[in-house]
């Protein structure tokens, strides 16, 4: 791979948009580095947006060269710095030590050398400095860019996955993304760390925060499956992971959920079809998931099946408006793709936008008491409206009233 001088390197640094800003405000400081990631993806020639910081001077000072909102991490002496509409994490150069295995690191200052030499594969130990008489100057562990350039993925030292084995987990979201095979020892590192059952000394929130950025990603299925590939899934459950039969029904699925709706609660439901409802809660619990994504996750995952009986029953918009009534839009897209897509796709994309124009108000003002019947005479009105039985306040408020009176 050839690398590109010091100058282009600076000048493709400051052609994305946050890098012309730190740039104009670091150019004088010889001691801070875009780091990482983003210098990964910039030999790859992609766009990174996200930028990381490493200073190794005064990480105080250089939060005050860049103005902007601060927050400060305490934990591991870390900021976040938001300038314009960019925002920065910024960390100290260091080095960690583990306490024991899945132990969270304690951290030191140090070199930048010895900096990149901790972290998770050599592809991410990469430095640009940004400013001094070296700008634009690459860093790297001795073996980053030819890993980079034959598309590996290489731990750094032989007791990476011990030390944190969240890195198993990171190993199978870059693999994904990237697109890169597991470098041969890697790989056979990552099958003694399984075998030992590493995973099982991380807590189970730092667990469930690596597995939420794996359903986060650009292609999540595909992160998913890579998981598998690794051996990964089965260390969250026995019975957790995309399988290669279910492979159809995810794409179908993802291509039902509507585009405004990130996937990430759809593919967790993906993995999870085979566990219980109730140990299933249980798992999200301690993988430590919001009470609403475990919720919609538990429900895609454990009644696919069932929704899917009932839209394949429906005949009727407003039959298919009822099956699928207050449902999260992840379970009805994973039920449309095990057979009733139409149905499924119609709710999804068109019936349940549509709204009534009267509301129970206008009943009560008709004369109809408070209690259920304003309730069914508001569905009934729905149902006729779906079915394009009706359109307009008026028809709308005569359907409403006939089904409320008649229930007496």
């Known amino acids: 791979m050839d690398i590109p001088p010091p100058p282009a390197l600076l000048d493709m640094v400051r052609r994305l948009g946050p890098g012309r800003v730190l740039i104009e405000r670091l150019r004088e400081r010889a001691d801070v580095y875009v780091v990482g990631g983003a210098v990964r993806d910039l030999l790859l020639g992609k766009a990174p947006t996200d930028l990381d ?45 583990y306490a024991h295995p899945g132990a969270l690191p304690d951290v030191a200052p140090a070199a930048l050398s010895e900096d990149l030499a901790r972290r998770d594969f050599t592809v991410n130990a990469l430095a640009v400095a940004l400013g001094g008489p070296h700008a634009g100057a690459l860093t790297a562990e001795p073996r980053a860019v030819d890993d980079l350039a034959r ?65 986060s990603e650009p292609e999540p299925l595909d992160a998913l499956l890579s998981l598998n590939k690794l051996g990964l899934a089965a260390a969250i459950d026995p019975r957790f992971g995309v399988a290669a039969e279910d492979v159809g029904v995810a794409r179908r699925a993802q291509t039902l959920l509507p585009a405004e709706l990130p996937p990430d609660r759809l593919v967790m439901a993906l993995a999870a079809r085979r566990i219980p ?19 919609t996750i538990v429900a895609a995952a454990t009644r696919a099946q069932e929704i899917a ?51 129970g108000s206008d009943l009560l003002d008709a004369g109809i008491d408070q209690g259920p019947a304003v309730g069914r005479g508001l569905r009934a009105a729905l149902a006729a409206k779906l079915d394009g039985e009706i359109q307009g306040r008026e028809a709308e408020l005569a359907v409403a009233l006939e089904a409320a009176r008649a229930t007496g």
């Open 277 to 295: 409802a109730s140990e299933l809660g249980e798992l999200l619990d301690r993988l430590a998931f919001e009470a609403d994504d475990q919720a």
């Open 309 to 359: 009986e009932a839209l394949t029953g429906a005949r009727r918009p407003s039959e298919v408006a009822e099956s699928a009534a207050g449902l999260p839009p992840e379970l009805v897209a994973l039920a449309g793709a095990l057979g009733p897509m139409e149905p499924a796709q119609a709710w999804l994309e068109q019936l349940r936008q549509v709204r009534l124009e009267i509301s």
């Open 53 to 97: 910081l490493a200073v190794e001077g005064d990480g105080e000072a250089l939060v005050a060269d860049l103005g902007g909102r601060v927050v400060r991490h305490e934990r591991f002496g870390t900021w976040t710095v938001a300038v314009d509409r960019f925002s920065y994490d910024i960390a100290r150069t260091r080095t960690e030590t």
């Open 151 to 215: 598309g590996w993925l290489r731990v750094l030292h032989d007791e990476s996955f011990r030390d944190d084995p969240t890195r198993l987990l990171r190993l199978a979201r870059y693999a994904s993304r990237l697109g890169f095979a597991v470098e041969p020892h890697t790989a056979e590192l990552a099958e003694g760390a399984m075998a030992d059952r590493a995973l099982e000394t991380v807590s189970g929130p730092r667990i469930g925060a690596e597995l939420r950025l794996l359903a």
